[in-house]
């Protein structure tokens, strides 16, 4: 284990998504445009595409300041689900149950949206709907399984979980310890990378300009200035969801909190049958601190996890991508889950931030007054919500009337998070109590109560 160990801290910082493109031409001088969008990401990108969908003459001109994908789009587990990262009953609480109901089933009918247009677009994303499953291994997390469908049904939603017991959830995963499952056909895999790239390869069809390394470094009404040039555009979008704190104006608006992920070489023929995982499922286990898993298309366990400390003042480097002591324990977790895949080597390692706001709810806003539009703080649940997002946005650009325009995440405004030093303590704290919670219930056998309060103060599932 040591040698592995090893061997994975010498891996350089290379999402396996990654692959080198034709780069695009940096912005210089001024440019007229209808919609400038700051981030090259699946909500500028989303944005763009429908956009352009219901207006094929628009003057669409996006900015990103590295690549195409280079933030979270480019690095995440590639889960298209239908999560929302707070419960319902807390949109409830905030909006009206009606809402939440209503929220629900627009993020399920997302993720077979997204399947509709990268069959339509011939985008090749590797997509595959075949649900999500969260293995119950110990006697708690199955509590938790009863507890979930339980809940949901009370809700209104009694067809979103199914609790499955031990047998059929390890003839879906055939991880080690599996005493049972919760179930949700609402969730699709995609290749994140070939996403991200193909829906940038669609919209430049489609007539948008994008321009690579141009830093934004003011939004105002009407104008986008960058490092070497400018836009003019009576429509602003901000897309850049964790990396929004480095905006002066926005410093405290969300947190950049770090997913840290590993990928193996891919697995034989054998070993794909007897894990299960040739099902092509996306999974984790019902623990507090969040995993990941999913088996890409060439046969290659992905498999990640939080956990990873915030850092002070929401600083985001490359360098924070990569934190030994959490890859190595992401790699323990996952041959604590397939013990027989020991010998397997791990080929890529590497880490990105996800955008947190302070009560941890999306938001998809539009200030009709200044033309600004932003959307973002998804947590670690943006694949598909940020398709809804860029469906939303467009709407509310042109007054274009549709029931999602008054779904609870539409112009929700949430708190400012707290100045530091009280903001790193009590994230810090946060995370460090998530992993307490899971070894606690591993030592007693019983539900943490401490990860009850973390739910209860965060609203977080
Ligand atoms: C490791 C990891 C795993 C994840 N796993 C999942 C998952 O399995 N399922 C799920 O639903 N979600 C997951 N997420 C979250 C999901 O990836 C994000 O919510 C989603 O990609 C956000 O897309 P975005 O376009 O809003 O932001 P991003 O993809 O972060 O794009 C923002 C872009 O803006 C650019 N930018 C920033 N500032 C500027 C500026 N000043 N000027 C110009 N450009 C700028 C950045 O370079 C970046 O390209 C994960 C995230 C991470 C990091």
Known sequence: MAQTHQKILSLPNRPFWYEE???????SGLVDADIAIVGAGYTGLWTAYYLLKRYPSLRVVILERQRVGFGASGRNGGWASAIFPISLSRVAQMYSH????????????????IGRVLAEENIDADYVKSGFLSLARTKPQLERVAAAVESSTRFGLP???QAIGAADAADKVGADN?????????CALVHP?????????VVEKMGATIYEQSPVISIAQGHVQTANGAVQAETIVRATEAFTCQQQDQRRS?????SLVLATEPLSAEQQRATRLEQRMAFNDMRHLRIYGQMTASGRLIFGGRGAPYHFGSRITDKDDLVDGVHTKIYDTLLELFPQLDELSITHRWGGALGVSRDWCPTVSFDPAKRIGWAGNYVGDGVATSNLAGRILSNLIFNHDEEINRLPLVNHHSPIWEPEPFRWLGINSGLFAAGLSDFEERLTNKPSRAAHLLEKLTGAH
């Not at 939440?100 to 993720?111: E, F, G, H, I, Y």
């Not at 599996?178 to 609402?186: A, R």
């Not at 990378?193 to 390869?201: N, P, S």
């Open 193 to 201: 990378g070939k996403l991200v790239r193909g829906l940038a390869h």
């Open 98 to 113: 009606s809402a939440a109901l209503s929220l629900q089933r627009a993020m399920n009918d997302t993720v077979d949206e």
């Open 178 to 186: 599996v005493l049972g499952g919760l179930y949700t056909p609402h």
């Open 21 to 27: 493109s034709l780069e695009r031409p940096a912005l």
């Open 254 to 258: 969300v947190i950049p909190l770090y």
């Open 159 to 161: 067809e979103q979980w």
